[in-house]
């Protein structure tokens, strides 16, 4: 399947972000869906936040204690970014850094309400989750492009 590319490099080293309007529209309902999720402590947010310790009950509350702030802010951040540049005809690297780790993390929170495992079987068109489905393989498909133009920025 070819799939338009959403992302070319601009002369001046910026990203052209190339997203038909329906894109933009679902992108620019997604962040804020996650930051509520996060705010409420819904269990979907769990893979966000994953134990460094999951054996050792002190020390993972003395690692959250440390750095569980900054897990927090990273992922708002990340969302904020993704929200405030939907619309935007161009993004520099930091923003585009910042829209592949929304990315992921709106796969992760939605990944989870699926169940989606290395074991999960298509569902059929008609199927009450197929939407959910279909934006989770837009997601991961927009994540997929933005890591190859990343990655094209090391090759010589």
Not at 5 to 32: I, N
Not at 43 to 72: C, H, K, N, W
């Amino acid at each position: 399947m070819i799939r338009a590319r959403r992302l070319r490099r601009g002369r001046d080293g910026s990203w052209q972000l190339r997203l038909p309007a329906a894109e933009r529209d679902l992108l620019r309902t997604l962040p804020s869906q996650v930051r509520q999720l996060i705010e409420a402590g819904d269990d979907s947010t769990r893979r966000l936040f994953p134990p460094a310790y999951a054996d050792d009950v002190a020390a993972e509350s003395e690692y959250r204690q440390m750095v569980g702030r900054s897990i927090l802010a990273s992922h708002t951040e990340a969302l904020r970014i993704m929200e405030s540049t939907v619309d935007a005809a161009m993004l520099d690297d930091e923003e585009l850094n910042a829209w592949l780790g929304a990315l992921n993390d709106l796969r992760l929170v939605l990944g989870t309400r699926l169940d989606v495992s290395e074991e999960f079987v298509p569902l059929p068109p008609g199927h009450s989750l197929a939407p959910a489905m279909a934006t989770y393989s837009y997601l991961s498909m927009l994540q997929e492009q933005v890591v190859i133009a990343l990655a094209s920025g090391f090759e010589k």
